[in-house]
Nanobody, 127 residues
Framework: VQLQASGGGQVQAGDSLRLACAASGRTFSNSVMGWFRQAPGQEREFVAAISWSGGSTYYADSVKGRFTISRDNDGLYLQMNSLKSEDTAVYYC???????????????????????WGQGTQVTVSS
């Protein structure tokens, strides 16, 4: 079972990037999925999450209005606009066990909710 994140790169402040996460080995169509990021020397932090149905989305305050999470049958995505230097980090996609569970809002931010993690893709934003 694997999640493969891609789409990272080095960009200038104000630019956009679109991250993608593809799954192999099992379907994640019934899973809550999310994006987290980890900057050097810092803990991994929540960025965005989407319910298993795609009907609900959740964002960290630091990215709200700039990032958009979405999903389709082929994978999970994170559209990142108006990038800032503080967005520089390794970005990880994650999925829960896939039981079509609906959680309360704050629960989506917890790393412990997610059972499967991708390997990460580096995003570097230069100011």
């Amino acid at each position: 079972v694997q999640l493969q994140a891609s789409g990272g790169g080095q960009v200038q402040a104000g630019d956009s990037l679109r991250l993608a996460c593809a799954a192999s080995g099992r379907t994640f169509s019934n899973s809550v999925m999310g994006w987290f990021r980890q900057a050097p020397g810092q803990e991994r932090e929540f960025v965005a999450a989407i319910s298993w149905s795609g009907g609900s989305t959740y964002y960290a305050d630091s990215v709200k209005g700039r990032f958009t999470i979405s999903r389709d049958n082929d994978g999970l995505y994170l559209q990142m606009n108006s990038l800032k230097s503080e967005d520089t980090a390794v970005y990880y996609c994650a999925a829960d066990e896939g039981s079509r569970t609906t959680y309360t809002g704050p629960m989506y931010k917890s790393r412990s909710l997610y059972n499967y993690w991708g390997q990460g893709t580096q995003v570097t934003v230069s100011s």
